[in-house]
């Protein structure tokens, strides 16, 4: 079974439209994050939400609207796309939100490519 | 901001040679995870390590933390190809309910 898993793998779309990426986790984890990867490989967080609740918002443009129906899901729509939202976006989930030592798991990762 | 940088960026060696990756930063971590990722996955953690001057070993891989909790090293021996990746630091602070990674260090082992 997988731990965290992300939908679609590949996404290619255009300047403008509007699109969303799912994230679902099955380890009855209770926080979950979103991550963007850019060409050169920097990982950088953008969201962290905890039992359903955004914690963290990186400074992220808000055209990104992060939603978590439940604790197994963090979902990302990203309004009005841009050539430079292009990129590989990670969902991850840990245990718990305050430690410094629970493992973070991250999906397989969501590659958007903005025409 | 707390930054990471590693060193070095990249790095092709031979099958059996041995390497060190370095994990540097100017601000102190509760903890400091390793990971792996490799093309088209997301990043998998290796190690994590939570005291300052701390040594832990994977099989054919040592990892320290700084005595100041600043800084960390990955040494491999006798690397294989199976090595290949992308290598990732991450500097995690108690209630702070992040990580910050650092730049990355790609590594080729060449059969």
């Known amino acids: 079974d997988t731990a965290v898993s992300q939908t679609p793998k590949y996404l290619v779309t255009q300047m403008g439209n509007d699109k969303s990426i799912k994230c679902e986790q099955n380890?009855?984890?209770?926080?979950m994050y979103w991550y963007k990867q850019d060409s050169k490989k920097f990982l950088k967080i953008m969201f962290s939400?905890?039992?359903?609740?955004?914690?963290i918002n990186e400074t992220v443009p808000n055209r990104f609207s992060p939603k978590s129906p439940d604790k197994a899901h963090l979902n990302l729509h990203i309004n009005s796309l841009e050539l430079g939202d292009s990129a590989v976006y990670f969902c991850?989930?840990?245990?718990?939100?305050?430690?410094?030592?629970?493992?973070?798991?991250f999906g397989p990762g969501t590659r958007l490519t903005v025409l | 901001t707390q930054l990471l940088e590693q060193s070095p960026q990249f790095l092709s060696i031979q099958e059996g040679e041995n390497l060190t990756v370095y994990c540097n930063s100017s601000?102190?971590?509760?903890?400091l995870q390793w990971y792996r990722q490799e093309p088209g996955e997301g990043p998998v953690l290796l190690v994590t390590?939570?005291?300052?001057?701390e040594v832990k070993k994977l099989k054919r891989l040592t990892f320290q933390f700084g005595d100041a909790r600043k800084d960390s090293s990955l040494h491999i021996t006798a690397a294989q190809p199976g090595d290949t990746g992308l290598y990732l630091c991450?500097?995690?602070?108690?209630?702070?309910?992040?990580?910050?990674f650092g730049d990355g260090t790609t590594l080729t082992v060449k059969p």
């Open positions: 939400y905890n039992n359903k609740e955004l914690i």
């Open positions: 390590v939570v005291t300052g001057g």
């Open positions: 601000s102190v971590f509760s903890s």
């Open positions: 991850a989930s840990s245990r718990r939100f305050s430690t410094s030592t629970d493992t973070q798991y």
């Open positions: 380890l009855g984890h209770d926080t």
């Open positions: 991450a500097g995690t602070n108690t209630n702070a309910g992040k990580s910050t």
